[in-house]
């Protein structure tokens, strides 16, 4: 009987992992990581390289890293929504069709 491999998670750009020593001993503290790409590279049977971003609690990028990992530990998580960012420019609350407000500095 030949034994059935470990179903295989299906990875792209962007995908949201949660890497356990599961995936490689050096995961016994678990990381978030964010996928870039899987690499190319030779590897031995049922692992693979990964590039992209280690993630803090806030879920923000903080270290670009190269993993070498095993395939049948990966867990993928769903990838939540985007959520807006502060500091950007404030939506305009003219009605349409109004000119643009224009500030004039005083001398």
Do not use: C
């Not at 899987?38 to 806030?58: A, E, I, M, S």
């Not at 990992?69 to 003219?94: M, W, Y």
Request: no cysteine; glycine share 8%.
């Amino acid at each position: 009987m030949v034994p059935v491999p470990p179903a295989v998670v299906h990875l792209t750009a962007g995908d949201l992992l949660h890497l356990t020593s599961a995936a490689s001993v050096q995961f016994v503290k678990p990381i978030m990581f964010r996928l870039i790409r899987v690499l190319d590279r030779p590897t031995f049977d049922g692992w693979l390289w990964l590039d992209g971003y280690q993630l803090n609690k806030k879920g923000d990028a903080t270290t670009r890293r190269e993993l070498f990992v095993q395939q049948a530990g990966l867990r993928k998580l769903p990838t939540p929504a985007p959520t807006p960012r502060r500091g950007g420019r404030q939506a305009d609350s003219r009605p349409p069709g109004q000119p643009p407000l224009v500030r004039r500095d005083r001398d």
